[in-house]
């Protein structure tokens, strides 16, 4: 989280159109530092260079997302959002394959820096000069750290989203051991999960517009079910085919909610809410493989992976339940006073 925090921070004063665009121009920066890399210790630099645009640029695009929306529809937007960072990643790592063992691995990078100068240019473009939304005043957004309930919303997006990591990370290796799917067919099964991520994403969006904490809860039950049947079904064929599907869905599902749950903890603090908040999601992936990798390396069987997603997921829904919980308590003090 502090390298999101300082870019952040570098970003703060400037309108939310300016900050995306000086983003944008950093990623592009470090991805041709990337494909100009004549050593791999200047690779693995370059390669913080573009990450520290990341968190950023998708908690100040979030913000400009739900801003450009009527009322209720906040969520909605953030999910058409990350539905478009969903899509990239089913289409974008098997061209990115392809292009690095066509004409090598810099061509991949030299692929993405254009397709980021195309991203300024739609940005420059297509977004609204919104001199109605005003520039971040991070001195007084890191007061919003002091509030219990910012905490509790980034501690639900590390356990709630990163047991699909946990699992999604070794998804190849184990579909083809348990379920014995061949190698020719892992793209359609991971095409297969991307497709369902990207309807999840699409339909979390609208029930956290509908009520924010209650689908938060019930698509991390469905969550944790199906991580506790996928870890008893794998062996088969069709029934893992479906449970990539569904864990596709109800996995993004969590996404929007997650977002919109840090934003309106921290109303006061949008841009530094929405960019913890990335690098949340991104500790939580991080995290999960990691138990997942440290799981396999102690000698544990694949269908222990799901399990052990269960029960991340499982501790993200008891801080979903005790923010909820504090939250009620808080409204009926107000009401008693």
Known sequence: MPGAARSAGATSKLPRKQALLWLMALFVFGNLLCALAPTYPWLMSARVVTSLSHGSFFGAAAIVAAHLVPPGQSSRAIALMFAGLTVANIIGVPLGTLLGQHFGWRAT???????????????????????????????????????????LALAMTVFGFGGVF?????????????????????SLLLGLFGFGATIGTLIGGRLADWKLMRALVVSMLILIALDVLFAGTMQ???????????????????????????????????LLASTLNQSAFNLGNA???????NLLAAGAGYPVLPLAAAALSTIGLGLTLFSAWLEWRSVARHQEA
């Open 109 to 151: 990078f030299w692929a993405v820096a254009l397709l980021g100068v195309i991203a300024i240019g739609a940005i420059a473009t297509l977004v609204p000069a919104l001199t109605d939304l005003p520039a971040a005043r991070l001195r007084e957004e890191l007061r919003v750290l002091r509030k219990t309930q910012v905490w």
């Open 287 to 293: 995290g999960g493989a990691f138990i997942g990798a």
């Open 166 to 186: 946990t699992v999604f990370t070794f998804i190849t290796p184990m579909l083809e051991h348990e379920a014995h799917f061949a190698p020719q067919t892992m």
């Open 236 to 270: 088969s064929a069709a029934a893992a085919a479906i449970g990539v599907f569904a864990l596709g869905v109800f996995g993004f599902s969590v996404g929007p909610g997650l977002q919109a749950r840090s934003q309106q903890q921290a109303s006061e603090a949008p």
